[in-house]
């Protein structure tokens, strides 16, 4: 997967540049929101990573710039401001993902990597991660013949962490999916759900799937 | 005393000597007159004449000059009255506007352009304080962006021990809240400068109260404190979905992580005339009546509070307040020591109109 980083902050930029490369993904960095955009211009990329705040030309003015010249990249905007109002005009400028800083770098490789997957995302109705399956229709979630009893929102996590096919979920981005909170709630209410999601699908169970991942979030491991 | 009474004072002080000037040289005048008719008992009849002048002419001219001066120096003043109430009105959010002058160049346009320009000045050093902290807090994300990465990046090393790990991950727990901290600062700050714009689409508060009593119920769980939703009339309010959500969610928080073991924590929402009321009760060590005074000023955090081990940016009810004040509510809050708690919050319920029933961006401003 080709990544492009638009981001005028050398260590941010790098930071991000080799947590991708870890990922195997193949990136390119420019520094300027006008160098940025002839480079999305020049070459196919599989997903842009552009911040708001660059020299040269802006990030909404170069994706705005991109969509008018019928560039589809998936684009995922960085913005030290993190307001709601601000989220909704990148995303209607065209971006399909809006990450604010500080974020956690395992959230933004998640993230890009969710949107080169974009379009083949599994719309599967069963979803499966090692002995544990989940069916979206008849609302049931079962481990070893054990039909869980879930809440709304436990059923939504639980959801939310299988689709995301053993990548780590940042906390940001279940407080996203599954509460459709756009601010930190400043709870650690992510974790007690969590909690209370392992006591019911793990306990009892061999091997453990819910992982946590310090600092970052959780992860549900398929396989050993 | 006024300086309009104090006028009036002096302008009858004059008026009576100018009468008492007046009568004296009546009183001469008839007098002479009288003398030279060689009436009898001239002085008698001076008096007497000289007293029904003035009495029948004196009298009502005087009580005419009283009202007349009274009126005029109302007119005189009236300027003053409003300018007073015009600075009256003055508060650190509107000092972008100015008051009016008459524009005919007297004291009181020159004391008014004073006024302007003190009142620009002010707004000059409130405006470069709000860009201050803005932009502190806009230059303050990158570098702990950066921080955070840098910390993430030592802690995925798998030489690092498992002491080293914690160390790294407690750092960033503390990063996440100096960034909550600067969130919260920036959120205050714009909406300080009336840079927030609030949606109003019609909200069923209800829904959302019964949603965060969920929230509140599993957040209460590891302390084994009781949630218990009370009574939740249904009710609309014109708001903004996503800030009352916030608003709910802080509230809950406090109210679970401010109590103790084996706790309770309330909810309830009643309709009461053309508002709604919620009131979130906790058991808990409560804030004493100096303290509760200042419970919405940013940064403030109870005794009880610093002296246990509780997380936040110490900025939740300030925000609270500002989302409740922006929806044309109030918030109180009433607590006594290891006794209850409770916030109270009151938002206007939505006009009950037919256009309820249309999409919420018919009701968008």
């Known amino acids: 997967?080709?990544?492009?980083?638009?981001?005028?902050?050398?260590?941010?930029?790098?930071?991000?540049?080799?947590?991708?490369?870890?990922?195997?993904?193949?990136?390119?960095?420019?520094?300027?929101?006008?160098?940025?955009?002839?480079?999305?211009?020049?070459?196919?990329?599989d997903c842009l990573v552009l911040d708001i705040m660059l020299p040269g030309r802006d990030g909404l003015s170069v994706l705005r710039q991109l969509r008018a010249q019928g560039n589809r990249t998936p684009v995922l905007l960085l913005s030290a401001r993190g307001e709601v109002n601000e989220r909704?005009?990148?995303?209607?400028?065209?971006?399909?993902?809006?990450?604010?800083?500080?974020?956690?770098?395992?959230?933004?490789?998640?993230?890009?990597?969710?949107?080169?997957?974009?379009?083949?995302?599994?719309?599967?109705?069963i979803l499966q991660v090692a002995d544990l399956t989940l069916d979206t229709i008849a609302h049931q979630a079962q481990r070893g013949g054990k039909v869980f009893d879930l809440t709304a929102r436990e059923f939504r996590l639980l959801e939310f962490l299988m689709r995301s096919g053993g990548q780590i979920c940042g906390r940001m981005s279940i407080i996203e999916k599954v509460w459709d909170y756009h601010f930190d709630p400043g709870t650690n209410l992510v974790d007690v759900y969590v909690r209370r999601l392992r006591e019911k699908i793990d306990d009892g169970f061999e091997p453990k799937l819910l992982e946590t991942v310090r600092g970052v979030g959780y992860l549900l491991r398929d396989g050993p | 005393m006024t300086i309009r009474a104090r006028l009036t004072i002096w302008f009858a002080a004059v008026f009576a000597l100018s009468l008492l000037v007046m009568g004296v040289g009546t009183f001469i005048e008839i007098s002479e007159q009288l003398?030279?008719?060689?009436?009898?008992?001239?002085?008698?009849?001076?008096?007497?004449?000289?007293?029904?002048?003035?009495?029948?002419?004196?009298?009502?001219?005087?009580l005419l000059g009283l009202l007349g001066g009274w009126w005029l120096v109302r007119r005189a003043l009236a300027p003053v009255a409003d300018l007073t109430r015009a600075v009256e009105n003055i508060h650190d959010r509107n000092l972008a506007e100015r008051l009016p002058r008459s524009g005919n160049g007297d004291e009181l346009d020159r004391l008014t352009d004073v006024f302007n320009g003190m009142t620009a000045r002010l707004d000059g050093s409130f405006q470069h304080i709000r860009e201050f902290t803005l932009h502190a807090s806009h230059e303050l994300k990158t570098p702990l962006t950066i921080l955070r990465a840098e910390l993430e990046t030592a802690l995925r090393d798998p030489q690092a021990t498992a002491a080293q790990r914690e160390r790294l991950a407690s750092q960033i727990d503390e990063i996440e809240r100096l960034a909550k901290i600067v969130d919260g600062l920036t959120l205050l700050t714009k909406a300080d400068a009336g840079q927030i714009a609030l949606k109003r689409d019609p909200v069923r508060l209800d829904e959302l109260v019964c949603e965060s009593a969920a929230d509140a119920e599993i957040l209460a769980q590891p302390q084994a404190i009781q949630v218990r939703l009370g009574p939740c009339d249904q009710a609309t309010v014109a708001g903004d979905r996503h800030r009352l959500r916030q608003?709910?969610?802080?509230?809950?928080?406090?109210?679970?992580?401010?109590?103790?073991?084996?706790?309770?924590?309330?909810?309830?929402?009643?309709?009461?005339?053309?508002?709604?009321?919620?009131?979130?009760?906790?058991?808990?060590?409560?804030?004493?009546?100096?303290?509760q005074g200042r419970v919405f000023e940013r940064f403030f955090r109870g005794a009880t509070a610093q002296g246990q081990p509780v997380e936040g940016c110490g900025l939740g009810l300030s925000?609270?307040?500002?989302?409740?004040?922006?929806?044309?509510?109030?918030?109180?809050?009433?607590?006594?020591p290891n006794a209850l708690t409770t916030v109270t919050v009151r938002l206007p319920l939505a006009q009950q109109s037919p256009q309820l029933g249309q999409p919420p961006s018919a009701f968008s401003v």
Do not use: C
Not at chain 1, 3 to 11: A, G, P, R, T
């Open chain 1, 1 to 45: 997967m080709h990544v492009l980083i638009v981001e005028d902050e050398k260590k941010m930029a790098a930071l991000v540049r080799k947590a991708l490369e870890a990922e195997g993904f193949m990136v390119a960095v420019r520094m300027r929101g006008d160098d940025g955009l002839e480079a999305a211009l020049a070459t196919p990329f």
């Open chain 2, 35 to 62: 003398r030279h008719a060689h009436h009898r008992s001239a002085d008698e009849r001076a008096v007497h004449e000289t007293i029904e002048m003035i009495v029948e002419a004196g009298l009502p001219a005087v």
């Open chain 1, 88 to 125: 909704v005009a990148g995303l209607n400028a065209g971006a399909e993902d809006y990450l604010p800083k500080p974020f956690a770098i395992a959230e933004l490789v998640a993230r890009v990597r969710a949107l080169g997957r974009r379009g083949v995302e599994s719309k599967a109705t």
């Open chain 2, 247 to 291: 608003l709910l969610l802080d509230l809950a928080d406090n109210a679970v992580k401010y109590n103790h073991r084996n706790g309770t924590v309330d909810f309830s929402l009643r309709r009461e005339g053309a508002l709604a009321v919620l009131k979130i009760s906790n058991s808990g060590p409560g804030l004493s009546a100096d303290q």
């Open chain 2, 319 to 336: 925000i609270a307040q500002w989302i409740v004040l922006a929806h044309g509510g109030n918030i109180e809050f009433s607590s006594q």
